[in-house]
């Protein structure tokens, strides 16, 4: 299994990035997968989900301005990620559900696995 996250930045308030994921080694399809993030100093924060079926579902912090998209055919992962703000600055991991065809609308960090290297987004003017 293997998650490549890209397309983080430095950005203003107010900005825009698009966060790409590209997984490889199992059946993409077939899982959920998940956005998670961790500011400095801070825990990893799981901030966006979309299921089997295409269900998208988003933390309080981020819901309105992130929006995540799967492309199953190209086993690709996406977070559009519009009106940045300072508090947004994190590295970003994308992460896979532990088990196939689960619907979780919020998971445990204990049901993600197998994150990527990670890309950091940085917010300031």
């Known amino acids: 299994v293997q998650l490549v996250e890209s397309g983080g930045g430095s950005v203003q308030p107010g900005g825009s990035l698009r966060l790409s994921c590209a997984a490889s080694?199992?059946?993409?399809?077939?899982?959920?997968m998940y956005w998670v993030r961790q500011a400095p100093g801070k825990g990893l924060e799981w901030i966006s989900g979309?299921?089997?079926?295409?269900?998208?579902y988003y933390s309080d912090s981020v819901k309105g301005r992130f929006t995540v998209s799967r492309d199953n055919a190209r086993d690709m992962l996406y977070l559009q990620l519009n009106n940045l703000k300072p508090e947004d600055t994190a590295m970003y991991y994308c992460?896979?559900?532990?088990?196939?065809?689960?619907?979780?609308?919020?998971?445990?960090?204990?049901?993600?696995?197998?994150r990527g290297q990670g890309t950091q987004v940085t917010v300031s003017s």
């Open positions: 080694g199992f059946a993409f399809s077939n899982y959920a």
């Open positions: 979309i299921n089997v079926r295409n269900k998208t």
């Open positions: 992460a896979k559900d532990i088990n196939p065809f689960v619907i979780r609308p919020r998971p445990s960090l204990d049901q993600m696995t197998s």
